[in-house]
C-alpha cells in the first residue's frame, strides 16, 4: 500500500488530458500535467488520453519522451484511453505505425467507419451497467494470453488489462462514473 494519496499524472502534450485530471480527482488520487522526464519521475502512475495517436507520437519524438515513458511503463501502470490505448498497444493496424508495446495488443485505429464514428453506448464493468463514449474509437482485434477483458461492446474488447496496465477504447473521463478510474488507481498499490 501506498499510504499517502496517490500522484496519477497525465500525459499533457495533446488530447482530453483536462478533463482525465478532474477524473482522477474525483477518483480520490492527485492528477499531474506530464509533460516532461521530470515530472514523470514524480509519478506513481500515468494516463495517456484520448486525442490523435499520430500526433501524440509525434510530439513525443520532440519532446524525448518516447524512451522515458517507456521505461516507466517498465514498472509502474499506465492507462491509455483512446489514442492511449492505440500508444500502449503491440501492434498497430489501419495504418500501423509506432508505438510503446506494453500490452500484447493488437489495435484497428479508426475502426467503426467515418460515418457513425462517435457514440454513446452501454456496456457492462464487472457486472455494473456502465455508459462508454467512443470518439473515432479503434477496435481491439487480437488480445494475447496475458491480457484481462474487463468489458466488451459488440463482442470484441473494450476495457482491458494486461498486469499493471490498462486499457479503454472509450473516453471514461467524459461520464460521471469514477469506476474505471479508481480500477486503475487501485494497480498503483499492488
Ligand atoms: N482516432 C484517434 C487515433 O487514431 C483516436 C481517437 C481518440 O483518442 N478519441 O489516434
Known amino acids: 500500500m501506498v499510504n499517502h494519496k496517490p500522484k496519477v499524472g497525465v500525459l499533457a502534450l495533446q488530447g482530453d ?3 482525465h485530471c478532474r477524473a482522477i480527482e474525483r477518483a480520490g488520487a492527485t492528477a499531474v500535467e506530464v ?3 521530470g515530472e514523470l ?15 501524440m507520437l509525434k510530439l513525443l ?4 519522451l518516447f524512451e522515458p515513458l517507456s521505461n516507466f511503463g517498465a514498472h509502474k501502470p499506465i492507462f491509455g484511453t483512446c489514442a492511449g490505448a492505440i500508444l500502449l498497444a503491440k501492434e498497430v493496424l489501419s495504418p500501423a505505425q509506432a508505438s510503446l508495446g506494453l ?10 467507419g467515418r460515418q457513425i464514428d462517435s457514440r454513446i ?7 455494473h451497467p456502465a455508459e462508454a463514449v467512443f470518439i473515432r474509437a479503434p477496435i481491439i482485434r487480437r488480445v494475447g ?9 459488440q463482442g470484441t474488447p473494450v476495457l482491458a488489462e494486461q498486469g499493471r496496465h490498462m486499457v479503454a477504447t472509450f473516453h471514461p473521463e467524459l461520464t460521471n462514473s469514477t469506476a474505471v478510474h479508481r480500477h486503475f488507481i487501485e494497480k498503483i498499490s499492488k
Open 103 to 112: 500490452m500484447d495488443l493488437t489495435v484497428e485505429r479508426n475502426a467503426y
Open 17 to 19: 488530458f483536462e478533463a
Open 61 to 64: 519524438g520532440i519532446e524525448g
Open 35 to 37: 509533460r516532461t522526464a
Open 121 to 127: 453506448a452501454h456496456i457492462n464493468v464487472a457486472g
Open 41 to 55: 519521475d514524480e509519478v506513481d502512475a500515468l494516463v495517456i488520453p484520448g486525442g490523435e495517436s499520430t500526433t
Open 145 to 153: 494470453p496475458q491480457v484481462n477483458v474487463l468489458a466488451e461492446y
